[in-house]
C-alpha cells in the first residue's frame, strides 16, 4: 500500500492530452514539493517534473504538472506512442520522515 | 555526463545480509548539493526508498527498513554502498542507486540491478 494514490492506469489516443492524479495528505504533498518519474518498459525512472512544477532540461513542454492542498497532477498533452510507460510521483513525508512514492499509472497511448 | 553503476550479487540467501555499491562517475559524491541515495522496486510493483547519505556521511533510513539498512560511503572510490541484513523474499527487487537533491527529486539514476534472494 503506497503512501501516495495515483490511478492503476490511463488512457488516450494520439495527440490527445491525459491526466495523472496523485492524492497524498497534508504531511507529504500538503507540505512538500511534488516530484514525477517516466519509467519505460525495462528501465530505470527518468525524473519528468521536480519542484512540483518544473521540467529538466530536455523535458518538452508536452509535460506539465500543478499541486493544490494535498493532491498533485500531471498532464501529458500530444500524446504520443512513445509516451507509453509507467508515471510515478513522489515526495518527502514529514510525518513518515521519509521520501514516498505512488503505486504508479500506466499510460497505454490507444 | 553524470553516471551511477550499480554492482554486486544477483542472488542471496535468505537471512544473509545484501549488499550492493554503487560506482558514481562524472560527480563527486563529496559534493554539498546532493544526497547519494538507494531505491528499489519488487518486480512489477512500485517504488521504495531505502536511505540516503550525504556527503559528510550523515544516513537517513526508510523507518520501515532502518533496523536492517546500512549505507556507507567511500570517497576514495567515489562509491556509496547499501547492507541489506537479514533478507527474506520479500527483498526481492531492482535496486537502483540515483543522486538526489534536498527536496528529494532523484535527477540520476544507475540502470538498476536485480537481485533474487532464493535459496
Known amino acids: 500500500q503506497s503512501v501516495l494514490t495515483q490511478p492503476p492506469s490511463v488512457s488516450a489516443a494520439p495527440g490527445q492530452k491525459v491526466t495523472i492524479s496523485c492524492s497524498g495528505s497534508?504531511?507529504?504533498?500538503?507540505?512538500?514539493?511534488v516530484s514525477w518519474y517516466q519509467q519505460l518498459p525495462g528501465t530505470a525512472p527518468k525524473l519528468l517534473i521536480y519542484?512540483?512544477?518544473n521540467r529538466p532540461s530536455g523535458i518538452p513542454d508536452r509535460f506539465s504538472a500543478s499541486k493544490s492542498g494535498t493532491s498533485a497532477t500531471l498532464d501529458i498533452s500530444g500524446l504520443q506512442t512513445g509516451d507509453e510507460a509507467d508515471y510515478y510521483c513522489g515526495t518527502w513525508d514529514s510525518s513518515l520522515r521519509a521520501h514516498v512514492f505512488g503505486g504508479g499509472t500506466k499510460l497505454t497511448v490507444l | 555526463q553524470l553516471q551511477l553503476q550499480e554492482s554486486g550479487p544477483g542472488l542471496v540467501k535468505p537471512s544473509e545480509t545484501l549488499s550492493l555499491t554503487c560506482t558514481v562517475s562524472g560527480d563527486s559524491i563529496t559534493t554539498t548539493t546532493y544526497y547519494w541515495a538507494w531505491i528499489r522496486q519488487p518486480p512489477g510493483e512500485g517504488l521504495e526508498w531505502i536511505g540516503s547519505i550525504f556527503y559528510t556521511g550523515a544516513t537517513y533510513y526508510n523507518p520501515s527498513l532502518k533496523s536492517r539498512v546500512t549505507i556507507s560511503k567511500d570517497t576514495s572510490e567515489n562509491q556509496f554502498s547499501l547492507r541489506l541484513s537479514s533478507v527474506a523474499a520479500a527483498d526481492t527487487a531492482v535496486y537502483y542507486c540515483?543522486?538526489?537533491?534536498?527536496?528529494?527529486?532523484?535527477?540520476?539514476w544507475g540502470q538498476g540491478t536485480l537481485v533474487a534472494v532464493s535459496s
Open positions: 540515483a543522486r538526489h537533491a534536498t527536496h528529494g527529486w532523484c535527477d540520476y
Open positions: 519542484e512540483t512544477n
Open positions: 497534508s504531511s507529504s504533498i500538503g507540505s512538500n514539493y
